[in-house]
């Protein structure tokens, strides 16, 4: 059985791409070693984030993070377990809208591969919906899209 933790936060003054691109340097490396995957959504200076795993494994990540001095307001969406990873393959993902200036994807466009990714996801469980929709709700309260 998988287990399945979402969450999100809210960066802290001074947190940059620099920052973020450490932060997942270390994810990687090791949620490897504890075959943790998951995604991180960096949006509207919030980061939203699935977990999936071992749920002793995924508990004692959560909460390593919960003590990370880079995020505040951190709010617990949903955990329980599921059938399957969402993110099996992907292993940890990072979308960042404030890095696409080197990019030909625009902002409008990254936004709107979001809003496409949660539609085509077919979430099977409880921690998989919350995740997607607290995507979503960013986007609309940001302004960004209207619902």
């Not at 949006?43 to 993070?65: A, R, S």
């Not at 880079?70 to 059938?83: A, G, T």
Request: charged content about 30%; overall charge negative.
């Amino acid at each position: 059985m998988n287990f399945q933790l979402t969450y999100k936060s809210k960066a802290t003054p001074g947190v940059t791409n620099d920052t973020i691109k450490e932060i997942l340097k270390s994810a990687r490396r090791n949620n490897a070693v504890n075959k943790i995957s998951g995604c991180l959504v960096f949006l509207e200076n919030h980061f939203i984030q699935i977990l999936e795993g071992d749920k002793e494994l995924v508990k004692d990540l959560f909460e390593t993070i919960k003590q990370d001095s880079r995020h505040s307001d951190i709010e617990l969406l949903c955990w329980d377990d599921s059938d399957e990873r969402l993110f099996n393959s992907w292993g940890m993902l990072y979308f960042d809208n404030q890095d696409l200036q080197s990019s030909d994807l625009s902002e409008e466009e990254f936004k709107l591969n979001l809003l496409l990714l949660e539609t085509l996801s077919k979430p099977k469980s409880a921690s998989e919906i919350k995740f997607w929709k607290a995507i979503k709700d960013l986007l609309i309260t940001s302004g960004q899209i209207t619902n």
